[in-house]
DNA sequence: TTGAAAGCGGTACCAT
DNA sequence: ATGGTACCGCTTTCAA
């Protein structure tokens, strides 16, 4: 049986509260007292009950608060399982959980919903941002004022008193694919990486990680100049159609984002389907039905359930026991898949 | 706020005590009554809070055994601490998990681990097996004689009434390491596949999809007869010097169990490490040096740590809440890994 | 500075 | 068949 805070309260010669009060530093208690109760409960290797603590919390709740951008997207779909997983977990807890979706970008808003949930009382906020100085100041005044914890995910804002971002490594997303590449392609060749927008970050890195690895470590192959479909399948496609006619020893392609459908269609109007492999990122429903019937050889994936679950779960951690993640990095993992394990 | 008994106990206009006993069909209630309650219960979407519940259980605790054959292998190894993981967390419920390891296969021992646990309470087990009509027997046993909920995991025993199995999709994976060969061979030629003995079923289900899946869908390679290793390097590194200079166009080996260094030893030996592709399983510390070294192209995982935290898991959702997992067979993900994500 | 007590949500036992 | 009550471990408020 687990030792309890009554236990060390018998054995001390006090009271549960004054046990209470000298193990969390609540004050209010004689320094000699609690340094003996903390000897004591260190002895016993006394562990707090977690039932027992959230019951007692129950009288004035955890509220947390979890703000999504660009929710009709399929991608973030798939983060929205993780966030509702989390959520149904911890209401059983009686953790409130209050999710509000946003979509598209729409930075205004998300300012708005953040004041809306510090006032409701949350304790702290997942939040899925997008580059923004307003956001950046707005973590850092919240953070200032009310101390409060806020940890970002899918997409990060750096440089931020945040508790931490949750989300892929897409440096690294980036040169695993380029050792995947070198491994499936047979003769020398240009490669090309297609990539969304010039100024979304994750993006860049994703190709930028590509490119370098391949001109690092894979000297068969040649990093051409990166191109931007931006999310767009139609742009994809040109992007696709031009490169392959223009090198005709075209070995390989990478597609960061949406658009994979527009790289697929081009190649199957040419007959390369098969002949020049695809690489592409998230395992979102139309992703995994190119990967199944061979138009891409392997998905990367980004754990988008993680990317939902865990920052929900680290505000708990942290609220509920006061532990901080490990690092202000908490990279989910980087998943390959091929047509068999979709 | 979530709803609570004593909410619909009001509403209802009866006790706590009585909208427990009717909501659980607890007997000694009114059909009529309990069916009122019910109906209350379900319009207002009540849901048992966990830690209410977890602390009523607190007087007397769910203890839940775990037996663990083979703790001296570096995989087991891995297995152990997503156990441990899972102690830890459900022993800040008051849950008691309590483990047994067992050295090598012992199923004797087992037997009476099992009696153990038993005896001392535990309400559900979580079992490493191993193929023995011993243990389906006395899991047949526990099942008819104590309804006693067990779980397999890792290894399983099937045709037996088990709560559920958790492990590997073995064949699965082995077809899997067929599409990973394929995309990465340069030139056809014959692929090997060594695994460990020829009465471990998972180790022949593995080789098995792999040769299969050669066989129908990847015509320009050809699989030979599988040979057993025994989980010994030694014999590997003989099998496979064997293979290199009897098929001088050797295409790739596939090593499914321990002894992944006997192969990496007899190829770099040859001079032909990155030459003839390697694809093994496991993700133990020495695999992972020979992944990062490129002895070996991928890694298959299995997901040990889930596969040691889960079956806990289960066990304790049955026992908390009644809740059955939702099929007999709970697979583990496979996990593809590079020397970028090790 | 300390203790006593109430209460969180659910379970179980004992009266009635 | 039903209600009342004690209790699980912890937090918090109120008295002392």
Redesign the pocket.
């Known amino acids: ?2 030792v ?3 236990q060390i309260a018998e054995l001390a ?6 046990v ?2 000298a193990l ?1 530093d ?5 320094p000699e ?2 340094a003996h109760i903390k000897q004591i409960a260190a002895e016993l290797g006394y562990q ?2 977690r ?3 959230a ?6 709740p955890i509220r947390i608060g979890v703000i999504i951008q660009s929710v009709e997207t399929p991608f973030i779909q798939l983060v929205l399982e993780g966030v509702h997983a989390a959520a149904d977990e911890l209401g059983e807890m ?1 953790v409130q959980v209050m999710i509000r979706q946003i979509q598209s970008i729409d930075i205004p808003a998300v300012q708005r919903t953040m004041d809306e949930l510090v006032e409701a009382g949350c304790g702290g906020i997942a939040l899925l941002p997008a580059e923004s100085s307003a956001l950046r100041i707005k973590i850092r005044r919240l953070h200032e004022e009310r101390q409060l914890p806020i940890v970002t995910f899918n997409s990060d804002i750096a440089d931020t008193p945040r508790l931490c971002f949750v989300g892929l490594n897409n440096r690294l997303s980036g040169q695993t694919a380029a050792g995947l590449m070198h491994a499936i392609v047979h003769r020398p060749g240009p490669v090309l990486a297609i990539t969304g927008h010039k100024d979304k970050r994750a993006m860049q890195e994703r190709a930028n990680g590509f490119n370098e690895e391949i001109r690092t470590a894979y000297p068969s192959l040649t990093a051409l100049p990166t191109e931007y479909c931006y999310d767009d399948a139609a742009r994809a496609y040109d992007i696709t159609r031009r490169a392959a006619s223009h090198y005709s020893s075209l070995a390989g392609i990478l597609i960061c984002t949406n658009g994979q459908d527009g790289v697929c269609r081009a190649l199957a109007e040419r007959g390369l389907t098969g002949k020049i492999p695809v690489i592409g990122y998230d395992l979102t429903p139309d992703n995994c039905n190119n990967l199944r019937s061979g138009r891409v050889d392997f998905l990367l994936g980004q754990d988008s359930f993680s990317q939902g679950y865990r920052p929900i779960m680290l505000l708990f951690d942290y609220l509920f026991t006061g532990k901080a993640p490990e690092s202000e990095y908490v990279y989910t993992d980087i998943v390959i898949k091929t047509r068999y394990l979709v």
């Open positions: 049986m687990a309890t805070l009554k010669g006090v009271s549960r509260g004054t209470d009060r969390y609540r004050g209010r208690v004689n007292v609690a707090p009950n039932a027992g603590r019951l007692a919390l129950a009288k004035n009686g």
